[in-house]
């Protein structure tokens, strides 16, 4: 089976930075995703990795050590709209996508 | 180039009726995934369809529940017998391939509420 532990809430100042882990258990590992959840709304994709190390994509970054079995997404300068759920997903070689319960980050002023 | 459109976007049932959920992935998109989430929680998979394929339904409840994803036409999960604890968000996500299952897009959800 496939299993994901990720904080339930990290709270933050504004322009701070804050790191969200994730941890994994699985069979056929493919990769590791990121996604961001405003109030129940559609998830929408923040990163992937499918290979060891960090990708970058603006004030996101998300690292991925697979002998770890370990991520983490990084959020830069936090702004008061990062307030949301973000959730780590774990890709099968089948295609398969299996979420963790998610993390509630609140960036206070 | 629309996203993944879902609908309907609120549906009210009565216990024992039957609902209906449908998905149209985005245009060039074979790959379509159901979630289903409950308030406060994270999202559970529940099946994993390609055009004509039930590729991975491991998350889907044995009984009542089924899904397809015709050649033509949306995908569509279906729930028979409606009862309480069937209420929640459901969600619905495509991709362009099984490598594209990194990135999922998202529709913004069918919430069914079981009266």
């Known amino acids: 089976g496939q299993s994901l532990e990720q904080p339930s809430e990290v709270t933050a100042v504004e322009g701070a930075i804050v790191q969200i882990n994730c941890t994994y258990q699985?069979?056929?590992?493919?990769?590791l995703s990121w996604y961001q959840q405003h109030d129940g709304g559609a998830p929408t994709f923040l990163s992937y990795?499918?290979?060891?190390g960090l990708e970058e994509t603006g004030r996101f970054s998300s690292f991925l050590s697979r002998s770890d079995s370990y991520g983490y997404l990084l959020l830069q300068e936090l702004q008061m709209k990062d307030s949301a759920s973000y959730f780590c997903?774990?890709?099968?070689?089948?295609?398969?996508?299996?979420f963790g319960q998610g993390t509630t980050l609140q960036v206070k002023p | 180039n629309a996203g993944v459109m879902q609908n309907p976007r609120h549906l009210v049932r009565r216990r024992g009726q039957e609902a209906r959920l449908r998905c149209s992935p985005m245009?060039?998109?074979?790959?379509v995934y159901w979630y289903r989430q409950l308030p406060e929680e994270g999202l559970k998979f529940m099946v994993y369809?390609?055009?004509?394929?039930?590729?991975?339904e491991s998350g889907m409840p044995k009984e009542r529940f089924s899904a397809e994803f015709p050649k033509e036409g949306p995908s569509i999960l279906r729930i028979q017998q409606v009862v309480r604890g069937d209420s929640a968000a459901y969600f619905c996500?495509?991709?362009?391939?099984?490598?594209?299952?990194?990135?999922?897009?998202f529709g913004e959800g069918s919430r069914l509420t079981v009266l």
């Open positions: 996500a495509s991709s362009p391939s099984r490598d594209g299952a990194g990135e999922l897009f």
């Open positions: 699985t069979s056929g590992f493919y990769g």
């Open positions: 990795n499918g290979l060891d």
């Open positions: 997903a774990v890709i099968s070689n089948t295609g398969k996508l299996i």
């Open positions: 245009k060039g998109h074979s790959h």
């Open positions: 369809l390609q055009k004509e394929n039930i590729i991975d």
